[in-house]
Structures are given as structure tokens and as C-alpha cells.
């Protein structure tokens, strides 16, 4: 596994911002990064009409601004995706009918309305093939999906416990597709990351048990901000799972022997991201993209694919797709989608990002104050503009209890520089800058000497930092 942040990210920069409001992030600190004017909004729709789906949109709502114009997000979706899109996507049957229209090969399905009997629904599917899924209409995130059924009894069975335990009218009977799983993210007419999909599973030592396997493999998702609340849960459908394989959580399996542990690849229920984006077979390319342009004004959005040599089918389209999964999978190579989705919306800004990678802002403290309903919206102050020089200097003397940190904070803001200043408890202090303006950078080793009136100053240590910054110069405390 490769290391878990890519060199634009830091465990700093996205430090309590989690599930899909690190969607919003990584979005927004993309357009931010290239001067462009970012804004979180409290209640996105007294600004713009903006289709918000989900519950608990706060924190995932933000507007980016240039000089010639402007464009509203919501998570991973901005505003060139219509509302008309969002609606057909959302709705598995509508979409289905758009797929059929434009040639692009899907699954053949049936929708079964609320209250339709058993015997109505055992004879709508009679042309389907078992085995066969069932899925609700407008679920997400894997809800509600029962795959592999075999028979009429296990059918009626899964509609029965999928209406009984979610809050689903309408669903969708389809023929199961077996085969390898991908997410394919489109912009455009172009594929910019494709992850594969693979049903939680371990891999044996020839040492250690199923049940010890899985608790490695939790504290390695752990450590990726995406996986972190996507774990494998030891349930009675593992269980079972495992029983039809004739092992059980004691089982040791032999070395690099893979054991799956569910049916679905879906990342929520242990599923693994593995980037796939180099190796993606043409075929699946071009399904994805013909998906995207089969729904009318859809211009980037997340792809779900079937694929197993033989056939390969488009299951679904989600255009508020999780881009995350792609920025930090579990295996290979880190994808900047948020990136390619910038270039599309303000194609004028392309590059500008990528030199200012190591600024950021404190986006838990915009989070706190939009949960707590202090402000309606609120706009970051800019990012530097221009590559960012930084240099950390480490200020010795006479230099603590004598109001020299509060004085280097008024002198860097004086600048327009960003960074800290803290206590060391060797009596020293440390002060990091960083800005667009090499020399006022350097020339604040010379600031750091004069002092505050109060400080005696004795020597200033220069050295490089190429760390990450955070927009704006705090004190922060003693370590």
C-alpha cells in the first residue's frame, strides 16, 4: 500500500473533516488554492437554485468566484450539472430508460411500486434471468441493495426484509451481473480516475486468524481519512458469509490465500478502493463516457460498471459522487479530481493551484461556525497568489513573558505574511512565515532580531520549511 496522502494534501490540512464534507473540502481548497474567491454558505438555496440532495447539507455548501465569474457546489457537484440531471440520476428506473434510448448497456430490469402483490411481482420479472438484485429506486451509498438471488423464494424474501427495514416505496429487480466493479469519474468527455471496487476481504499469513486479519486491515483503513469510518464490521451477515465458505472468524487462512467476506463491493460495508486509472480497458472508457452523455446536461459525474471479459454494462450514474474514494485509495496511485473538475469550471486557472499546494485554511473552524448557525456565509480570505516561499526561524534570548509572540503576529500580518509563532519549552520560540513575497519572507529574519521592547534577543536560526502553512499567522501553544 502506497503512502495514504497525496503531495497536495496533508493529515494537517483535512485534520476533522470527514465523510462527505471532506467531498466539500478538497473541492473548495482546490478552487481556493488558485485565487479564486471561496464562500460557505449556511443555506445554499437563498443564493442559487442548486439541487441539494441528502440530509445535513451544511458545511458542503460554497460558491468560487474570479474576477469574470462565478459558480456554485454542492460536495462534488457544481452548478453545469441542471437540477433536471440530478433528478434522473437519483431515479435508478428513469435512468435506466435514458440508457436504453442511447444504445449504452445496462441491466435488464423491472420496477415494482409499493404495494404490488407477490404474484404481480413474480410475474413482471418472468423474462429476467436469475440471479438476480434487488435495489431501491432512490437509494445510496448501498442501502437496501440485495444481490445474487438465486430463486422466486429468495426474491419475495429480499423484497420483504428491504421493505420491512428501509424506507423505500419503489424498487428495482434487475439481472445480477457478476464481474469486476468499478467507480469511473467523467468530466466532460474525458475519464479522469477510475477506481475498482473489491468486497471486503483479507489476506492470510498462514499465522493468524479471520477475525485478527480483519482487525489489521480496520486499523490500516484507519489511517486513511477516506476508510476511516468504513470499516469492516463483524456481523451476522460476515458470518454467514463465511459459514457458506466453510470457515469461520477462528479459521486461519494459508499465506497470501484472499478470503472475501461479503458479496458487495461497496466501500461503506469494508469494500477496498484500488486506483485502476492507468490500466482501465478502453471498453470501459467508452461505456462511461456514453453514460454521462446519455443524460441530458450531465458533465461530470461518477460512474458505477460492471465488467467481466465477456460483457460489461453501466449500472448506475451518481452526480454527486464522492471524490475522495479517488484522492485516497487503498492501493496505487492518488487521483486529483477536484483538480481536473476546477480546469473544466475556470479552465483559465489551470496550473495555478498546484503553487500554493502547502497553504491551507482552517476549514473545522468554518464547520464549527456554520453547525452553530453564527453566520449565514462566510468568505475565506485569499490565498496568496504566486508560488509560496516559507522559513522557519527558531529565536532565542530573552523572548518568552515578554509579549514578543503578539509582536511578531502584528508584524507578520503587517506583511501579509502567514504562519505561526509558539513557545519552545527550552525558553526559545519558534516563528514559521510564509507568502508570495520571497523577500519580505527573508527580510523577517531582520524583524525577528529587533524583537518586541520588552525582549532581548540573543540569535536568530534560519532554516527552510517546506511544510504546509495555514492561511492567516496564529500563536499557538507551548510544546
Known amino acids: 500500500m502506497e503512502k495514504t496522502f497525496p503531495s497536495w494534501l496533508t493529515k494537517q490540512m483535512i485534520r476533522g473533516v470527514r465523510g462527505f464534507n471532506l467531498d466539500a473540502y478538497v473541492m473548495a481548497l482546490e478552487g481556493w488554492r488558485r485565487g479564486l474567491t471561496l464562500t460557505w454558505y449556511y443555506d445554499l438555496a437563498e443564493f442559487t437554485n442548486l439541487k441539494i440532495i441528502g440530509f445535513n447539507p451544511i458545511g458542503k455548501s460554497f460558491s468560487l468566484q474570479s474576477t469574470q465569474k462565478k459558480h456554485y457546489f454542492y460536495r462534488s457537484r457544481g452548478d453545469k450539472v441542471a437540477n433536471e440531471a440530478v433528478n434522473i440520476v437519483q431515479d435508478k428506473h428513469l435512468t435506466k430508460s435514458y440508457f436504453k434510448k442511447h444504445g449504452v448497456s445496462s441491466p435488464e430490469g423491472v420496477l415494482i ?102 482487525e489489521r486491515k480496520n486499523r490500516a483503513r484507519k489511517e486513511n481519512p477516506y476508510l476511516l469510518k468504513k470499516l469492516i464490521k463483524v456481523d451476522d451477515n460476515l458470518r454467514t458469509f463465511l459459514r457458506n465458505q466453510d470457515l469461520t472468524l477462528e479459521s486461519i487462512p494459508a499465506k497470501n490465500k484472499q478470503v472475501f467476506l461479503k458479496g458487495q463491493s461497496n466501500i461503506s460495508a469494508g469494500g477496498d478502493p484500488i486506483d485502476v486509472t492507468d490500466s482501465l480497458s478502453n471498453e470501459i472508457k467508452t461505456k462511461a463516457i456514453h453514460a454521462i452523455e446519455a443524460i441530458p446536461n450531465l458533465v461530470h459525474a461518477g460512474v458505477d460498471v460492471i465488467s467481466n471479459g465477456k460483457r460489461t454494462a453501466v449500472i448506475e450514474v451518481n452526480a454527486t459522487a464522492e471524490v475522495p474514494m479517488h484522492i485516497f485509495p487503498l492501493e496505487g496511485k492518488a487521483r486529483n479530481v477536484p483538480e481536473k473538475i476546477m480546469d473544466y469550471y475556470f479552465p483559465e486557472t489551470i496550473g495555478l493551484a498546484s503553487i500554493n499546494a502547502k497553504i491551507y485554511y482552517n476549514h473545522r473552524q468554518i464547520l464549527r461556525l456554520l453547525r452553530g448557525k453564527y453566520i449565514n456565509n462566510i468568505e475565506i480570505a485569499n490565498a496568496p497568489v504566486g508560488k509560496l516561499y516559507a522559513k522557519r526561524y527558531v529565536i532565542s534570548g530573552k523572548v518568552q513573558g515578554v509579549g514578543f509572540r503578539r509582536w511578531i503576529r502584528r508584524q507578520a500580518i503587517d506583511r501579509r505574511l502567514h504562519g505561526y509563532a509558539r513557545n519552545l519549552k527550552n525558553g526559545n520560540v519558534v516563528v514559521v512565515v510564509g507568502g508570495a513575497n520571497k523577500s519580505k519572507v527573508e527580510e523577517f529574519k531582520e524583524v525577528c532580531l529587533i524583537g518586541s521592547k520588552r525582549a532581548e534577543v540573543k540569535s536568530v536560526k534560519e532554516f527552510l520549511w517546506n511544510k504546509q502553512i495555514k492561511v492567516g499567522f496564529e500563536i499557538r501553544k507551548t510544546r
Open 113 to 214: 411500486k409499493k404495494g404490488i402483490t407477490e404474484n404481480v411481482i413474480v410475474q413482471s420479472i418472468g423474462h429476467l434471468c436469475y440471479p438476480l438484485v434487488v435495489k431501491p429506486v432512490l437509494g445510496s451509498l448501498g442501502k437496501g441493495v440485495v444481490t445474487n438471488i438465486q430463486s422466486e423464494k429468495e426474491l419475495l424474501n429480499s423484497v420483504a426484509y428491504v421493505r420491512k427495514n428501509f424506507d423505500y416505496d419503489d424498487l428495482l429487480i434487475e439481472e445480477h451481473y457478476t464481474g469486476e466493479e468499478y467507480r469511473v469519474y467523467v468530466v466532460a468527455d474525458k475519464v479522469v480516475a477510475a477506481t475498482k471496487r473489491v468486497p471486503a476481504n483479507i489476506v492470510g499469513d498462514g499465522k493468524s486468524s479471520i477475525s485478527e486479519l480483519i
